[in-house]
């Protein structure tokens, strides 16, 4: 079963602080993806890479920036944190060729900045 | 980029109704249309999903229907039952990317009445 961990359930910041968001998958995957996820907005994509070290902006990624190191950790940097900021945020991982767009979800950090 | 929208926000059914959700979008591109579940404070979880050589797909009480032309597609469940009741999300996604990127709908609310 594919595990896709995110390190805290929980997250309280203040406005300004740095703030990293941890995801790690165990299955291999060569796609990780970052969502936030708003009330009646849906899941909105931030950032994604397909490979390590490699990066591509999604739909929203204002304010945000992404570190992949190593293949199974995918990380979420808010760099100075806004009230805005404030979401459900959900990783995910997929693997490549024609399954890749099949996504398996972390459970997720409510971070709430104030 | 891909477009999709989702109807109804809210649906409320009696147990053993039927329900039904439509999705939109505006990408001729696409090709790859899941369905995510997600119940209260869980992760999504992929329920259904469908490629766009195919009109229509059954799993047990869950269906999906697909028409090209009119770039529509939709969720059936049958014979609904409590656990039925979630939030449910369209998405769309096609093979412009190495990683393929899934574009959501604002999810629908089920609620499931016994």
């Known amino acids: 079963d594919v595990k896709v961990t995110q390190s805290s359930r929980y997250l309280v910041k203040r406005t300004g602080e740095k703030v990293f968001l941890e995801c790690v998958q165990d299955?291999?995957?060569?796609?990780m993806f970052w969502y936030r996820q708003d009330p009646g907005l849906g899941l909105r994509l931030i950032y994604f890479?397909?490979?390590?070290?490699?990066?591509e902006k999604g739909d929203i990624p204002e304010g945000y920036s992404v570190s992949r190191e190593k293949k199974e950790r995918f990380s979420l940097i808010l760099e100075s944190a806004s009230t805005n900021q404030t979401s459900m945020y959900l990783c995910?991982?997929?693997?490549?060729?024609?399954?890749?767009?099949?996504?398996?979800f972390g459970s997720g950090t409510q971070l709430s900045v104030l | 980029g891909e477009n999709v929208e989702q109807h109804p926000s809210t649906l409320s059914v009696q147990e053993g109704d039927s329900a039904v959700i439509k999705c939109t979008y505006s990408?001729?591109?696409?090709?790859?249309f899941p369905w995510y579940k997600q119940e209260l404070g869980k992760r999504p979880q992929l329920i259904i999903d469908?490629?766009?050589?195919?009109g229509e797909k059954k799993d047990q009480r869950i269906a999906v229907t697909l028409n090209k032309t009119a770039k529509h597609f939709s969720l059936h469940i049958t014979e609904t039952q409590p656990e039925d009741s979630a939030v449910y999300f369209c998405?769309?996604?096609?093979?412009?990317?190495?990683?393929?990127?899934?574009?959501f709908g604002d999810g629908t609310t089920l609620t499931v009445k016994p």
């Open positions: 998405a769309a996604s096609g093979f412009n990317t190495n990683a393929g990127k899934s574009t």
């Open positions: 469908i490629r766009s050589n195919v």
């Open positions: 995910a991982s997929s693997s490549s060729g024609t399954n890749r767009e099949k996504l398996f």
């Open positions: 299955m291999d995957h060569e796609n």
């Open positions: 990408d001729s591109a696409s090709n790859y």
């Open positions: 890479s397909y490979d390590v070290k490699m990066k």
